[in-house]
């Protein structure tokens, strides 16, 4: 019997901080710091840089994001008894308090592990911090329309790029400014994908967003100008001389852009697997994908240059 209860606690606990949302910030924040390291003409031992400095920079943006899913859990437990009735607080595996206390302790080992890191960085996970637990906190942002959306695009793409970038170089180079700029824009669009399976719930509750306030359709055609548009100028940034030429490759992103509009528009139920829509996913992909092509160019325009 204890073992079972045991069992169900700890996975309650992974289950609070949404374990696949946490690929995002890993993934795209070591993308970006090889990135950062390559340009930058960073010298010194990749493997012993690997663990002394990107392991424990990409882990502080995750826990961060472990704290942010972990608080928005506990201050979301009405809308969750509504939509999402297999979240752990509401199965009774972890209770309000206890989700209450893990978010704090995660959001203080990550704000810890940036201090690592440089002080650059630290300043951005700050940041970071405020933009998450105001828009979960009340008088929260999640509940304003248009604003919420800004709220995530912000922290997780412009700051999240910015950060990451700080660990080998000026986060105030143009390189670095265009490509957060890209990301929050994608964000801002791309994010309404998560509250389609909450459109109801959140109207009862009193959250307003795009999708409970025009419906799935409209909402996905406000949305795709930020998700067509910012990879579509690419070529007029190229041609400005903001982003070198090589970067035109990103302009091929348009095209999961476009499929993620498509999978919102087709409104389909939750994903067997995952916690959301394919919409949801797909826009995760996509951000992956921006992520690892920019890296990728970056480098090899480093290499050659």
């Known amino acids: 019997m204890k073992t079972t209860v045991l069992k169900k606690r700890i996975k309650g606990y992974i289950d609070l901080i949404r374990p696949f949302t946490l690929l995002a910030p890993i993934i795209v924040s070591v993308c970006i710091m090889f990135a950062s390291f390559f340009y930058n003409g960073t010298t010194g031992d990749l493997f012993a840089i690997w663990w002394k400095t990107i392991i424990p920079a990409s882990f502080a943006l995750a826990i961060l994001n472990a704290a942010s899913n972990a608080l928005n859990q506990f201050?979301?437990?009405?809308?969750?008894?509504?939509?999402?009735?297999?979240?752990?607080?509401?199965?009774?595996?972890?209770?309000?308090?206890?989700?209450?206390?893990?978010?704090?302790?995660?959001?203080?080992?990550?704000?810890?592990?940036?201090?690592?890191?440089?002080?650059?960085?630290?300043?951005?996970?700050?940041?970071?911090?405020?933009?998450?637990?105001?828009?979960?906190?009340?008088?929260?942002?999640?509940?304003?329309?248009?604003?919420?959306?800004?709220?995530?695009?912000?922290?997780?793409?412009?700051?999240?790029?910015?950060?990451?970038?700080?660990?080998?170089?000026?986060?105030?180079?143009?390189?670095?400014?265009?490509?957060?700029?890209?990301?929050?824009?994608?964000?801002?669009?791309?994010?309404?994908?998560?509250?389609?399976?909450?459109?109801?719930?959140?109207?009862?509750?009193?959250?307003?967003?795009?999708?409970?306030?025009?419906?799935?359709?409209?909402?996905?055609?406000?949305?795709?100008?930020?998700?067509?548009?910012?990879?579509?100028?690419?070529p007029i940034l190229t041609d400005f001389g903001i982003l070198d030429s090589h970067f035109i490759l990103l302009t091929l992103l348009a095209i999961p852009s476009c499929l993620v509009f498509y999978l919102m528009i087709r409104d389909e139920k939750k994903a067997k697997h995952l916690e959301n829509t394919s919409s949801w996913t797909m826009m995760y992909i996509t951000y992956f994908l921006f992520a690892f092509v920019f890296s990728f160019l970056t480098i090899i325009g480093s290499i050659t240059a």
């Open 75 to 234: 201050t979301d437990i009405k809308t969750d008894k509504i939509s999402k009735p297999y979240r752990p607080i509401i199965r009774g595996d972890v209770s309000p308090n206890e989700a209450k206390t893990m978010s704090l302790i995660l959001y203080i080992t990550a704000f810890s592990l940036s201090m690592l890191i440089n002080v650059m960085f630290s300043i951005f996970v700050l940041l970071i911090i405020v933009f998450t637990v105001t828009y979960s906190i009340p008088p929260r942002i999640k509940d304003m329309l248009y604003i919420n959306q800004l709220w995530v695009g912000v922290p997780r793409g412009l700051l999240a790029i910015l950060a990451s970038w700080s660990v080998f170089g000026n986060a105030l180079q143009t390189l670095p400014l265009a490509i957060g700029v890209i990301a929050m824009c994608f964000l801002i669009g791309g994010s309404i994908t998560k509250d389609i399976i909450d459109g109801e719930a959140d109207r009862k509750t009193g959250t307003r967003t795009l999708i409970n306030t025009y419906g799935v359709k409209k909402a996905a055609l406000i949305s795709l100008p930020f998700m067509f548009f910012p990879f579509a100028f690419v």
